[in-house]
Antibody, heavy 127, light 107 residues
Framework: QVHLVESGGGVVQPGTSLRLSCAAS????????MHWVRQAPGKGLEWVAV????????YYGDSVKGRFTISRDNSKQTVYLQMNSLRAEDTAVYYC????????????????????WGQGTLVIVSS | DIQMTQSPSTLSASVGDRVTITCRAS??????LAWYRQTPGKAPQLLIF???SLQSGVPSRFSGSGSGTEFTLTISGLQPDDFATYYC?????????FGPGTKVDIK
């Protein structure tokens, strides 16, 4: 059973940094890409970043590009989100999520639908 | 960036109703579309991927269709757990984008 547990959220001041962690279990972590998705209070879902299983490919949302960095440690089965220069508009619940797969003809290919989600960690950026 | 829109934004229905939600993309995304259900205080749950493929473990009352720029999610026989907010997501190109959501509430 896929289990994703985020940690590292909290209250921080604008302009500061925070690193979120997501511990994964119940699947072969090194075989799956991982996403971060966020949700501001009372708002919809916003995609933040994705990394491939081996960190070869990383992509970011427009609003976080240049400020946030996604990384992973496959030996620790953990994915991270380093958030720098935080702004009030970064206030949100941050979800760690597993990249989906499409299987056909006995082969599976990574795709960017999200098949499993953590419970989320709340980040509040406020002075 | 590909913009996603959903209609309606809110839908009132009763248990047992058949409901349909529409999602439109600002450009063709082939069938690279997923649907999620989210109840208050919980993480989203994947329902449909590749526009029409039912995720393992998801009840068969959920179905998806469409390609290109127009997609639909249909719930045949609304259950109490289905009063929730539904999001579409395109993954044809980065940045990945979500629709604004459709809230299904009790009539």
């Amino acid at each position: 059973q896929v289990h994703l547990v985020e940690s590292g959220g909290g209250v921080v001041q604008p302009g500061t940094s925070l690193r979120l962690s997501c511990a994964a279990s119940g699947f072969t972590f090194s075989s799956f890409g991982m996403h971060w998705v966020r949700q501001a209070p009372g708002k919809g879902l916003e995609w933040v970043a994705v990394t491939s299983n081996d960190e070869t490919n990383k992509y970011y949302g427009d609003s976080v590009k240049g400020r946030f960095t996604i990384s992973r440690d496959n030996s620790k089965q953990t994915v991270y989100l380093q958030m720098n220069s935080l702004r009030a508009e970064d206030t949100a619940v941050y979800y760690c999520a597993r990249k989906g797969r499409y299987c056909t003809g006995g082969e599976c290919f990574p795709k960017d639908h999200i098949d499993s989600w953590g419970q989320g960690t709340l980040v509040i950026v406020s002075s | 960036d590909i913009q996603m829109t959903q209609s309606p934004s809110t839908l009132s229905a009763s248990v047992g109703d058949r409901v349909t939600i529409t999602c439109r993309a600002s450009q063709s995304i082939s069938t690279w579309l997923a649907w999620y259900r989210q109840t208050p205080g919980k993480a989203p749950q994947l329902l449909i991927f590749m526009a029409s493929s039912l995720q393992s473990g998801v009840p068969s009352r959920f179905s998806g269709s469409g390609s290109g720029t127009e997609f639909t999610l249909t719930i045949s026989g609304l259950q109490p757990d289905d009063f929730a907010t539904y999001y579409c997501q395109q993954y044809s190109s980065y940045p990945i984008t979500f629709g604004p959501g459709t809230k299904v509430d009790i009539k």
